[in-house]
């Protein structure tokens, strides 16, 4: 909103008061707030669908119909650049047994390195001064309660298993929580020079 109407605005409160004419005006700009609220809803519905739509063709048409004719990559009559590329996705599960699974394959793989180590301990609001004991000797205060957790950035969950796949080495992809598969990506031809 800008400046003059929250300036108009204040000037329909005659002294400070409630007038009609600013009810008129606040009844207005509140049921404005709810439709942008119900536009905003339905296009962030829209955008889901979209993405799902576009996701389905790049990843689940596309590729396999080039594949049928033997080709990676194909320029359409409009000059679109298509190929096919393979992604690579994903995180550490989240349930407990099957990370603790992901975890040893990736040790296996020779994945130690890809860790960060966690340990945490929760305390409650008014336990400030436990806390920051905890912190100068956590071994010597004998809190059972912390929580080790082996952690990977799933960029470099993502990056290892492109490796694996680079140096022709097998690694169960979907036990460690990483999707692996074939994407199209198109792009606009690039325009040789001199051309209109």
């Not at 889901?48 to 990559?73: C, T, W």
Request: aromatic share 4%; proline share 3%.
């Amino acid at each position: 909103m800008s400046e003059d109407k929250l300036k108009e605005l204040m000037e329909l409160g005659e002294g400070g008061s409630m007038t009609p004419a600013l009810r008129s005006r606040l009844d207005a700009l509140a049921n404005e707030v709810i439709k942008l609220d119900t536009r905003i809803e339905n296009g962030e519905n829209l955008l889901k669908v979209l993405k799902a739509e576009r996701r389905k063709i790049v990843m689940d048409v596309i590729p396999p119909v080039l594949q049928s004719v033997g080709l990676k990559e194909y320029t359409t009559v409009d000059d679109l650049k298509v190929m096919v590329k393979t992604i690579v996705s994903g995180s550490l599960p989240k349930e407990e047994e099957a990370r603790k699974a992901a975890v040893a394959i990736l040790k296996a793989a020779g994945g130690d390195g890809l860790f960060t180590n966690e340990v945490s301990i929760t305390f409650g609001k008014e336990q400030a001064k436990e806390a920051e004991k905890v912190l100068e000797a956590i071994g010597k205060l004998g809190y059972n309660h912390a929580v080790f957790e082996e952690k990977v950035h799933p960029q470099t969950l993502c990056a290892f298993v492109r490796e694996k796949m680079a140096n022709g080495e097998e690694i169960d992809v979907k036990k460690i929580g990483v999707f692996v598969g074939p994407e199209a990506d198109i792009k606009q031809a690039k325009k040789k020079r001199g051309a209109k």
